[in-house]
């Protein structure tokens, strides 16, 4: 299932030495207002200093994507990712672990795409300031940072998810020309780790969707279904970050206002693709932050605060014309939507679990399990459909 390889690439990786003492700059220019700023902000997450046992992996990654993301610098792409782009794999050596970059020249033209400077990429997740770890309340096993700023998400990833990342990778880039306000996460890059002679680990980037996350209040991971759905709360005094799940909502409704159709519409656009992959046990992911009064009202809301727009406004009968609207000039404003009296962060995440055979006897166990109950394993045109309906059901 993974793209083919024209042949792997091993070099010798730049220093990030220079990146290091940029980076320190820049923090040290910042001053001391905005570093408590920042610690107040981080409140709930956890540095991944000195003793953390996470540490030296993650000096790892940000030496290795330092080094990473200054190939892409040297050699911006020129256009749209060819075929050789999707399956090129670059292999650094570092002192005592590899680094591979997978399809890095297709990654560096969809972050291009998204505006995003390589020079921002690199001083965020190179070694700049520490990652930042938080408690997943995710089943997998798999590790989960922030960029020291939150703005970009690492998390670890089997083989063969990565594998069809990667093999579903054209089709994504697609999909997100032509539906340039989808709600799919935005993925950034896809690497490996390998320390030593040991076992290679993958992971992936991804721009965070609960960004920026200072007045965030609640934050969401919806299924659409019951069983295994229920987190509990943190106490209400307690600094942990919880991102609650689907029979935590209940009771609850996203109030939308004329901003509902366009998100009932973007849905079933993101789901009916994700169908198309086979792919199914993605999530929504969505946060709370309570407007300002002077956010609220006509001309003061997101949506119309705006300095650059979608030209060209069609009809809904023309093609690509779907959920054309204005782009707000704000960071991550592809997942951000205001209703009356509050501000959505969405998205769709996790997108790499195919229905295959694993799945399908998954599928057959928890039906014995679970009988009468909903619960996360079903087909994928049933998994896309049970979403839709979920957000359907619970927004205004």
Known sequence: ?????????EVLAPSPEAGCRAATSTSGRRGLLWRLRDKQARLGLFE???GHELHQLTCMMQT?????????MDHPPTGPPTEEDFSEVLTQVHEGFELGTLAGPAFAWLRHSLGLAEEDYQAALGPGGPYLQFLSTSKSKASFFLSHDQRF???????????????????????????????????????SLRVARGKKEFFIIMLSVFYPSGRISERY??????VSR???????????????????????????????????????????????????????LMAFQRLHEDERGPGSSLIFRTVRSVRGVQSPEEPGSQNRRLLPDSPNALHILDGPEQRYFLGLVDLATVYGLRKRLEHLWKTLRYPG??????????YARRLCQWVEAHTQ
């Open 1 to 9: 299932m993974a793209a083919p390889s024209p042949g792997p690439r």
């Open 48 to 50: 991944i200093g000195p």
């Open 64 to 72: 290795g994507l330092w080094a990473a993301t200054q190939v892409s």
């Open 153 to 191: 998400f690492l998390k670890t990833q089997r083989r063969r998810e990565v594998q069809a990342l990667l093999a579903h990778l054209p089709r994504y880039v697609q999909h997100l020309q032509r539906h340039p306000h989808s709600l799919l996460a935005r993925l950034l890059g896809v690497h």
């Open 221 to 226: 991971d919806i299924k659409g279904c019951e």
């Open 230 to 284: 229920w987190v509990e709360p943190a106490p209400e005094d307690s600094p942990l970050v919880l991102v609650l799940k689907d029979l935590n909502f209940q009771g609850k409704t996203i109030d939308l206002g004329p901003q509902r159709s366009w998100l009932l519409h973007q849905m079933e656009l993101d789901t009916a693709f994700l169908r198309e992959l086979n792919v199914l046990d993605y999530s929504l």
């Open 373 to 382: 109950r909903t619960f996360s394993t079903v087909s994928p045109a049933r």
